[in-house]
């Protein structure tokens, strides 16, 4: 019998919340039950997701340890918007300088978190370039908002957003 999609994509959210070194086994292994219970399909689509990148990895923990953070900082997203539009409409440039202000501070904060993560897990903090100035550098190329209930997918596998709707770097 078939998994449904809800199913699926709460195994791939665990999936996303393991170990970085386990990730590779456990999809191979949920592919292979998939495939044993006749859904092929889902076992191909589990098949297909690539292990995340180091700095991917350690967003989608920061993602799941601290959801508020993540959702501040697209609100802050909006109100650096918001202050761009007033700026422009009316030279009014208070607004976007606030707006700015919160928004560095609170990418500082989510790029510490995920520091902490790396240290923790053993990584390589420089190697995976999560500084505030690098999270904000994805900010700008991504398509959409941090979302944490989806994993972040790795660059190859997905544009570099990190937005609500695409905390995908895995």
Known sequence: MAASTDTREAEVHRL?????AQFTAARDDLAKRLRSEGDREGAKEITRLRKPT???WALNQVSRDD?????????AGQRLRDGQERLL??????????ATAQERQLVKDLARHAER??????QSVSAAGVSAPAIRRRR?????PL??????????????VISRSTVRVA
């Open 67 to 75: 959801p508020r953070g993540v959702d501040e900082l697209i609100v």
């Open 117 to 122: 993560q790396l240290v923790g897990a053993g």
């Open 54 to 56: 180091v700095a991917a």
């Open 89 to 98: 409409a009316a030279g009014d440039r208070e607004p976007l300088d606030r």
């Open 16 to 20: 996303h919340g393991l170990p970085l």
């Open 140 to 144: 700008v190329d991504l398509p959409s």
């Open 147 to 160: 979302r944490p209930t989806t994993p972040i997918r790795s660059p190859a596998a997905t544009p570099r």
